[in-house]
């Protein structure tokens, strides 16, 4: 379809690998909050490295003042800068090139990217300055200083505009395309953008009136009210991980092995369920809070019925049904699992992602529900089990996804070769087989009892003293080297990324691609009766068998516990 | 194809047979999950209390004092003991960095726990039952405990509460 626009095909340049055509204009935005996204990981990385080397008590690197200093470095520059901007990155790319449509506005789409860099810079600031040591959470009424806040709210209203630059393009794309479906990547990545909106509107409701309690403007903020508010942040921004990581699944699909899902109406409920059911997820930080009632513990934290968990195992079947499937049409169907021993397990973006699919789901997912279940909570609340749970779901799923997706993103949005490519291969292997140890370690730790945010686990200088079981002992050495491992993994990714954006060799054309993207798989001979994906469907019942006895030994060790109503 | 729009009727096309049992099962254990929650509620003995009441620090404080002075029978590192009857109220205070006072509980009896904090919000991690709860200024919540063994507990802070979090440490002694 023609650009609507006189002369606008200037701004467009076409991919001489895939054959989109591509607004350079919002290939410069994307390009520019990718960066901040790999510099913001790279900053989580070197503080989980000295997170490790402090909660490793053989080491404890770090004094008690810098611990938690950076401990709030670690959460915000992890769980929130790296992935949002990375998500932005996403959005502007995915809104036109994947759509071959323009940007409907570089100056917003500016604007809104460099609040974002102003908000993040305020919040390293004053974090390394020592005058924000509230950790990522920043419950009220511990107090930071108010240019902390100040960086969170232009952060999310940088984030905001960009999100409201994806809806436009959406829109442009739809005058362009009447009638037609948007592919399910786009898709969603929309239901992410949906997301978000409402995850940021919760933020701007919080840090709004924190930030003028902060200057003094107002004199108290209730800490339930904080802390409930604040969720409607804390958590659904990881939904909005989730709806994107989940569409990089099925990017990553496609790209790997020429996957398609057997049924897109299934996927795109499933997104629609997301968009319906997650975000009063919220709610499950408050299982053992005081005031708020059962019912409303019950109902919001089961995600509406855990409508957004079958969701998700609705995507658990679909993306490796759609690997199966375009595995067999090739030839490999012998069995229940040729398909997936003849897989490309050589590239790195398919390792990757079969890794982030296995952590996220087999660690994140059933370990999440456990922890958001309204009696469990009380055996895991605050203890090491939360971080090892969203270790297993944000960081084995969400960021390992959008790592195994860089390795497409450096040749074709960056448009350079990608540095030492023969490493990449063992970095989703490295990285996910540590972060997966870190997570069960962590999880295991927690259930030991071990605090969460804690500096110093034999309580020096506390008027008693108590001794974790010793066999902690030896989980402490398995995080140990599951973090050390992940780190290892991580840093090479970042070196990877840094000097081929920098430094590398530019890329020419096709010629150039290191990274396989597979050919579409010939079409089915014949209608496919009866089971579409045997292997995989033999791997989603592996999965809920795992999930039930899971939850079932959670609540028999719920029952040996003290009585208490 | 994720990246390209959908083929022609992509919308009426039916649901492998493996996709529909799989969505099947899962949509049941979904809502099985979420019944046993409340099935939990009215059959089990470990569940998250809701009662709470609106205090100050100022009043809390008050309250922990008075109920100290009436049942105290010692004093452990400066901070006090007190062993009061069974079914009795308990006050138990948090602040930067210490939980006051120790409490002397008899096993198999009931015991309604006031807990409230006077600064910041604190972490009440019960070990090593691993049994953990939050505390926040005012807010007094209320939560039915009966201990079902004995010996020594550790009360750790589980909540980031300043610098001081990781002395933050208390005890309750659960008597045969």
Known sequence: MAVAIEGGEKWFRTCDVTGFRVDVRAEKIAKLNAVMAVVSFLIAVIAALLLVLTRWQLFHVLPVDWYYRVLTLHGLDALVFWIIFFELAALVFGSTAFLNTRMSSPAVGWLGTILA???????????????????????????????????????????????????????????????????????????????????????????????????????????????????????????????????????????????????????????????????????????????????????????????????????????????????????????????????????????????????????????????????????????????????????????????????????????????????????????????????????????????????DITFSGGPFTYTFNPVTDFFWALFGIGGLLAVLGALIWIIQVVVSVFFGQPFRGPQDLQIPIAEPPPAPDKEHEGFAAPGTFALVLLFITAFVIFVALNYGWLSAMWEVK | MAILPPSEGWFQQKVAKDEKIWMGLAFVVSVFLFFWMIIWHVYAKQNPSFTTYRTTPEEFYALTEAFINKYKVGEENGVPVVKPPPGSDVFLLARQFRWEPVVILKKGEEYRFHISSLDVLHGFSLQPVNMNFMVYPKYDYVLTFRPTSAGEYAIVCNEFCGIGHHMMIGKIIVEE
């Open chain 1, 117 to 455: 860099i102003v908000g993040w810079l305020l919040v390293n600031y004053t974090i390394l300055t020592g005058n924000a040591d509230v950790l990522m959470t920043s419950y009220a009424p511990l107090k930071a200083h108010p240019l902390f806040y100040l960086g969170m709210i232009l952060f999310a209203v940088g984030a905001l505009l960009i999100v409201m630059v994806f809806f436009a393009n959406l829109m442009i794309w739809r005058r362009e395309n009447p009638g037609q479906s948007l592919p399910l990547f786009v898709y969603g990545l929309m239901a992410a953008a949906i997301i978000a909106v409402i995850t940021i509107a919760s933020g701007a409701i919080i840090y709004i009136p924190t930030f003028l309690w902060s200057l003094g403007i107002i004199s108290d903020i209730d800490p339930a009210v904080y802390k409930l508010v604040w969720w409607g942040l804390g958590h659904p921004s990881q939904q909005i991980n989730v709806a994107a990581h989940v569409s990089v699944w099925y990017l990553l699909a496609f790209l790997t092995v020429g996957g398609t899902s057997i049924n897109e109406k299934v996927s795109r409920f499933a997104f629609i369920l997301y968009i319906i059911a997650i975000n009063v997820a919220s709610a499950h930080h408050l299982l053992v809070d005081p005031a708020v009632s059962p019912v409303w513990k019950v109902w919001n934290t089961s995600y509406v019925m855990y409508l957004a968990v079958f969701a998700s195992m609705i995507h658990a079947f679909a993306v490796p049904s759609a690997i199966e499937v375009a595995q067999r049409r090739r030839g490999f169907t012998k069995g229940l699992f040729e398909w997936l021993k003849a897989a490309p397990w050589g590239n790195p973006a398919f390792s990757g992602l079969m890794l982030s699919m296995i952590i996220f789901g087999f660690i994140g997912g059933i370990t999440g529900v456990v922890n958001g279940m309204e009696q469990t909570n009380i055996i895991v609340h605050n203890t090491l089990s939360i971080p090892g749970h969203f270790k297993g779901a944000v960081v084995g799923g969400t960021a390992l996804a959008f790592m195994s997706v860089t390795y497409y993103l450096i040749p074709l949005l960056f448009r350079k070769k990608i540095a030492f490519y023969g490493v990449s291969k063992f970095v989703p292997w490295l990285f996910g087989i540590g972060i997966a140890i870190l997570a069960v370690s962590m999880y295991i730790l927690g259930a030991f009892g071990i605090p969460r945010r804690h500096w």
